[in-house]
């Protein structure tokens, strides 16, 4: 988690809903320059002693389990909803509701302080018209960007944690559970993914091979296609207040 993030943001058309993605076009293609959210660092001590909180938090909750366990008090505390970035660790522990960037920024830094090997993870999921119009609407009634809401197509975030093998289990942040690798259709399935682990490796998510660092769709019949992206790492430009996920 950086310590020193300012403004993270996406660079964004706004206002815009992003329809169905063309036959001809990757499911990611509209966010696949887009980085994982942020939480923001002071750089003082309100932020540190917040940040420690929620690592001594999880620590309690646990009590000793398995610290592959999903850390599943974050979403009790924490109802999913609209966020507006930037966000600050003094801030979080106060807020009643933040979005899947944060709730996935939270989960990875408890992961990675009880030592497991975690990365920060992009999803595209496929949902309703009739969903996506409800999450439209209450984002833009907070102020919220709706980038991430397509007509069928959602971009949203999580965490994954690789155990030695170089196996993944995919963590959604927001719903509280981990991802199911069967599930690549029809309403929450998982469309496409990426996985921000250092380039060159392979990862296997069940029956899927997942290319580390890259944008790979995924088939229903659980074979994972690696499609890289043209700037796997890109970065975003600056626009203030802006969320740059839900």
């Known amino acids: 988690m950086s310590l020193d993030a300012g403004n993270i943001t996406r660079e964004v058309s706004s206002p815009v809903i ?68 930037p966000v600050y660790w003094c801030e979080v522990p106060k807020k009643e509701k933040v979005d899947c960037g944060v709730l996935a920024a939270l989960a990875h830094e408890v992961f990675m302080n009880r030592g497991v090997r975690c990365f920060r993870t992009q999803l595209v999921q496929e949902f309703t018209p009739s969903a996506s119009a409800q999450w439209y609407a209450a984002w833009a009634q907070e102020n919220a960007v709706t980038d991430w809401i397509g007509d069928t197509l959602i971009y949203h975030e999580g965490c994954a944690i690789v155990t030695r093998d170089s196996n993944l289990k995919l963590w959604d942040s927001s719903a509280g559970w981990w991802m ?61 207040t802006r969320s740059p996920a839900d």
């Open 18 to 85: 992003v329809g169905n993605v063309s036959a001809e076009l990757p499911v990611y293609q509209p966010w696949q320059n887009w980085e994982p959210s942020r939480i923001s660092h002071h750089g003082r001590a309100c932020c540190e002693i917040a940040r420690e909180w929620i690592v001594h938090t999880d620590f309690a909750a646990l009590n000793g389990a398995n610290p592959l366990s999903g850390p599943r008090w974050l979403r009790h505390k924490f109802e999913w909803g609209p966020g507006v970035y």
């Open 180 to 240: 199911d690798p069967k599930s690549t259709s029809g309403y929450g399935s998982l469309a496409a993914v990426r996985v921000s682990a250092p380039a060159g490796s392979e990862l296997y998510w069940g029956e899927h091979v997942i290319p580390a660092g890259i944008w790979t769709t995924l088939c229903e019949n659980g074979t994972g296609v690696g499609s890289a992206s043209t700037t796997p790492g890109g970065r975003a430009a600056e626009l203030p």
